[in-house]
């Protein structure tokens, strides 16, 4: 079993549709936690983290983490066509540097 | 600021050769650190660089190496190269290690036949 599964999609939403893309961990040392996303052909662009639980909000972006459910969540409002990219989650512990990456959503806004 | 930058971009090499990827970070970033991304396994960690030394590494055979220049500059290296190396080589920086806010390269995309 991975340390942290996502789904990889694809996911097509139409535009303006509210997209929530979520991710599952086994580890409960994970602390830090972060959403990247990838457009074709480029690297990783962090977008969000949090640390520990709760929601954080930045624009149209809303970043949730439930330790609890070892679940975390990105929700994207209003999406634009511009939103498409592939979404990964990634995690890391308090004491260790190494960040585990999920495999990627891959997200589609059709205009 | 200039971002990260990795050279080359494309690469083809043929089983058994060797191959050094080159990443010089975001000035005034001293850590450096590498991933291996590819379809079915996506985005698995390498290792890191510090100050000129490796403080982490991720589960890879000793084929792969890299290390870090006193300028942060680094580079990794794939000995004995086989087919399932073909992959997107990406390399972060970031101020000092376990930093959320890394920054990513455009990555080396490497062809092993």
């Known amino acids: 079993q991975k340390e942290v599964e996502q789904d990889p999609g694809p996911l097509s939403v139409p535009e303006g549709a509210i997209v929530s893309l979520n991710c599952t961990y086994s580890?409960?040392?994970?602390?830090?936690f972060m959403w990247y996303r990838q457009y074709s052909r480029k690297g990783p662009e962090l977008l969000m983290y949090t640390y520990s639980s709760g929601n954080k909000e930045d624009g149209r972006f809303t970043a949730q983490v439930d330790k609890s459910s070892k679940y975390i969540s990105l929700f994207i409002r209003d999406s634009q066509p511009s939103d498409s990219a592939t979404y990964l989650c990634a995690m890391r512990d308090s004491s260790a540097s190494k960040i585990i990456f999920g495999s990627g959503t891959r997200l589609s806004i059709r205009p | 600021k200039a971002g990260v930058t990795q050279t080359p971009r494309y690469l083809i090499k043929t089983r058994g050769q060797q191959v050094t990827l080159s990443c010089s970070p975001i000035s005034g970033h001293r850590s450096v650190s590498w991933y291996q991304q590819t379809p079915g396994q996506g985005l698995q960690f390498l290792f890191e660089y510090f100050s000129e030394t490796q403080r982490n590494k991720g589960n890879f055979p000793g084929r792969f190496s890299g290390r870090q220049f006193s300028n942060s500059r680094s580079e990794m290296n794939v000995s004995t190269l086989e087919l399932g190396d073909s992959a997107l080589y990406l390399c972060?920086?970031?101020?000092?290690?376990?930093?959320?806010?890394?920054?990513f390269g455009p990555g080396t995309r490497l062809l092993v036949l």
């Open positions: 580890n409960s040392a994970f602390q830090y």
């Open positions: 972060a920086s970031s101020l000092s290690p376990g930093q959320e806010t890394q920054y």
